[in-house]
Structures are given as C-alpha cells and as structure tokens.
Nanobody, 123 residues
Framework: QVQLVESGGGLVQAGDSLRLSCAASGRTFSTYVMGWFRQAPGKEREFVATIHWNGGTTYYADSVKGRFTISRDNAKNTVYLQMNSLKPEDTAVYYC????????????????WGQGTQVTVSS
C-alpha cells in the first residue's frame, strides 16, 4: 500500500551536512508515523528519528540528538532528515519507514521500508 524511496545520500566529510529525502506513495501518507533507521556494515539496524503524523512530536536517538532534524511535508508526501555535524560513525545505509503505531521508536512496529540510501562520512 505504501512505497518509500529514499534519496540524498552521498559522500561527505566530517562536520559537513546532508539532507535525506523520502518520497512516499499513497493518499493516506499524512496518517502515517514516519521514522528513519540506519545500518552500518556488520552492525544491526538502529533507530535514528521518528515524527508523528501531526508533525508536532519527534524523538531522536541519543547519538544524533542535537545534530539531526526530522521533518515532513504532507503536501509533498515527503519526509526529510537534515543531518548536521556529521561524524564518521554516522556512516551507514539510511532507511525511511512508515507505521501507524506511536511511539515510532521500535522498528518491529514498522510495516513499510524504503530501499535505503548510502551515507558515507570521511574523516
């Protein structure tokens, strides 16, 4: 029912900024809680950020708090992840996901996932 396509990944240097986008299909996009997760090579997938469908409530992993900002534009069916002060430890494949559950901090509640976009931060 929902298809998600991430974009905006790439190679950047430590301290730089990058904005990821996730384009979603479906007329009911505005009713979904959205989240960003990431998976580094040889690591398990971990929670990064989530945003309520009303756009007024967000949660962040401690590792990105103060550096990353999640936002959404329901008119464009798009979710964003603004990443500032990037560190090499942020290197991972970043996935956007959609769920109808709140809170959106638990990946097991997400039913829809994008294909992922690679973010590489060099030192």
């Amino acid at each position: 029912q929902v298809q998600l396509v991430e974009s905006g990944g790439g190679l950047v240097q430590a301290g730089d900024s990058l904005r990821l986008s996730c384009a979603a299909s479906g007329r009911t996009f505005s009713t979904y809680v959205m989240g960003w997760f990431r998976q580094a090579p040889g690591k398990e997938r971990e929670f990064v950020a989530t945003i309520h469908w009303n756009g007024g409530t967000t949660y962040y992993a401690d590792s990105v708090k103060g550096r990353f900002t999640i936002s959404r534009d329901n008119a464009k069916n798009t979710v964003y992840l603004q990443m500032n002060s990037l560190k090499p430890e942020d290197t991972a494949v970043y996935y956007c996901a959609a769920t109808r559950s709140w809170p959106g901090t638990f990946q097991e509640t997400y039913a829809y996932w994008g294909q992922g976009t690679q973010v590489t931060v060099s030192s």
